[in-house]
Each structure stands twice: as C-alpha cells, then as structure tokens.
Nanobody, 113 residues
Framework: QVQLAESGGGLVQPGGSLRLSCAAS????????MDWYRQAPGKQRDFVAR???????MYADSVKGRFTISRDNAKNTVFLQMNSLKPDDTAVYYC???????WGQGTQVTVSS
C-alpha cells in the first residue's frame, strides 16, 4: 500500500506564500489523479485542487488564481504552491488519491498576523 506524507505547512502572514509537498512511498503514477483537500476547525473537509495523470488541473473557486498544483512523477511528489494567503486559508491540508482511497496525515497551515 502506497503511503502519502504531506510537509511544508506552517505559520505565515496574510499575503504570504507556502509550498506544500506530498511525497508518495511508491510510484505516484499508479495513483491516478491527485487531490489536495483542506479542513478548517469545526468544518467539513473541502476540495482544493486536482491534477490528473496527464497534468490537467482544476481548482476550487476560493483558491483559483492563487494556488497552483503540480506533480513530479519522477520524484513521486505532488506540490501545492499557495500565494496571496488569507486567514480563511487556515486549515489542515491533506493530499489524497481518491481512486486508491489513500490519504496523507495532513499538514497544518495557519495564516495570521
């Protein structure tokens, strides 16, 4: 079973940037489309971004134009570049392979002055 491990979260001021990484323990090419989700305290887990095996991307309206998802199949890693961060972006961010039902443990992102 391939495992996913997120990293790169932290505390950042509004307007700042962070780059999240999701490293797979095995071949990420076998996992199909990869998604990022996030969950704020007391709220449901929401879709953030998706990248297909061929590189096609889609984003939630709330992050469009600010976040960029990418994947490096050779390094078995998916990235989420987050720019112009807002306090509303504060959440635990998870990467997932929905076709395989695999989730990472999450990484905390806090946007605060």
């Amino acid at each position: 079973q391939v495992q996913l491990a997120e990293s790169g979260g932290g505390l950042v001021q509004p307007g700042g940037s962070l780059r999240l990484s999701c490293a797979a323990s095995g071949s990420i090419s076998s996992l199909g489309a990869m998604d990022w989700y996030r969950q704020a305290p007391g709220k449901q887990r929401d879709f953030v971004a998706r990248i297909s095996i061929t590189g096609t991307t889609m984003y939630a309206d709330s992050v469009k134009g600010r976040f960029t998802i990418s994947r490096d199949n050779a390094k078995n890693t998916v990235f989420l570049q987050m720019n112009s961060l807002k306090p509303d972006d504060t959440a635990v961010y998870y990467c997932t392979s929905l076709p395989r039902g695999i989730w990472g443990q999450g990484t905390q992102v806090t946007v605060s002055s």
